[in-house]
């Protein structure tokens, strides 16, 4: 009986759904050529990343090495980005890695990954809305935060912000209720919007490369003393550091392009208009990866233009961009960047919010979230119920969580909804597609006497041109050791930098260890037959690429603060309540594999 029940509940885990279970919500059009699909990559891309994270990173984190800070991130976008690619190649059809990993893994996978994509989107918009505020806020002479600050402070350091942004909150509330009005009109102001946004981007990169200085990337403690000495007070500076271009060493790079990978978030929501590609197996595929590239030039230009024209050690966060012409002496430039900041900003609001709309519709719509947020208003054919609750638990943290904090959360469950992606690609590719009749061939077969047995010499010759049942689960065993062994790899590294490791015989012996196992398990994979279906795109050099993701997106989830491991805890634990007290219940309904 427990043997039973225990079964029963691991084949409602890994579940699957079909494609043509999707297919019917979905229409194809086939209107977006390889140049449209780059133009959306980049107008979701570019936008909010570099107004919010500019004085973030550059300030307290990397210095002028904010520009490698980008590298690495983008590095390890591309990394998911091919993974991204070959998920829209198999499954070419409007959706996200949710319905990838429901189609092609199970449903727990398809669940943690849609939740994470829902806090993605969650902490995306707070902490644009957050930006929104505070660049507002300079504007005017920072009259909000001083007058919240002083009526209603929150003294609860390390958890919540110094006071609650009421006028940020305001502004979530009234995106969320225009959105639950009307919707097909916001097209053309997010177009106007984003061109604006493009023109002050070139226009801020252009002037910092005219009357930026290269001394600030050198910057020494004597030029420190005298910006302390000329400001006398007047403004807060922030930690010199070791001075020169990389003032907070190798750890601040890292911790720096943790943060950083929140401004390349945007790039998979490209595959959530997949059916619109006239070629579907090519134009997404190249899209992302050449989106990801032409966002990298951009964020490097402006990041590049900012630290020339302004010491790193006197940015201000929330608002950098056009306090850096009210350094150089532009003042009148300084409005007009900021109502550049503003309408991105306002762009950003408006996709994030559509897309936090969409995916908690859907998952409402698979069973897997409460019913009543799939309820569709039938006069305007708007999620209302949805948008109106992600709107409130949007506007909610909004108010009460720190700008840093918020993009930090949303960059953790990035890297880890990326993870997810990347471990997928590896499973599906090594495990034999069967249909529910060869399936129940094959478990009549693995039960009888002429079973698959497992060897050593079947462990690295496997005999079989195409995967079987024993070569699928040798993957899945020996990824699942991996992934253990990564997470160890990556806590050495973060906990002793790699210049300290020579010091100690000990932590050397622990590293070359974990080396030597991580490549012998990865051999061992390599060794095991690959799935024969053509795709247009693959992910190459198959299963390195998508293990060395990982490591990247777990280390830099390391360098990523206790208290941003706290809140995502908090965050799961929630889902998870949800999920196997109301999902797994529930999410049978849509007649699943």
Known sequence: MLYQALRRFGQKLVRRHTLEQYVAKISTAGRL??????ALGVVNTVGAGVYVLAGEVASDKAGPSIVICFLVAALSSVLAALCYAEFSARVPHSASAY????????????FITGWNLILSYVTGAASVARAWSLAFDNLIGNQISQTLHESIPLNIPHVFAEYPDFFAMGLMLL?????????????LVTTVFTVVNVLVLGFVIISGFLKGKLHNWRLTE????????RLNDTSPLGPLGYGGFVPFGFQGILRGAATCFYAFTGFDSVVTIAEEAQNLQRSVPMGIVISVFICFLVYFGVSSALTLMVPYYQLQPGSPLPEAFLHIGWAPARYVVAIGALCALSTSILDSMFLLRWMTFVMADDGLLFGVLARIDSKTSIPIVATVVSGIITALMTSFFRLTDLVDLMSFGTLLTYSLVAICILIVRYQPELNDEENEAEAQEENGPAAEKLTLWRLFCPGSSTPTPLSGRVVYVCFSLLALLLLLLCLVLVQWPVLLLFENPLLIIVVVLLLILITGITGVIWRQPQSPTLLYFKVPALPFLPIMSVFMNVYLMMQLTLGTWALFGVWMLIGFAIYFGYGIHHACRINPT
């Not at 050529?33 to 780059?38: A, R």
């Open 222 to 229: 004597e030029d420190y003393i005298m910006t302390m000495f």
């Open 33 to 38: 050529s390889t140049l449209d699909i780059v």
């Open 175 to 187: 995106f969320t209720g225009l959105l639950a009005v009307r919707a097909s009109e916001f097209v």
């Open 99 to 110: 319905l990838y990993n429901y189609v092609t893994v199970g449903e727990v996978w398809a």
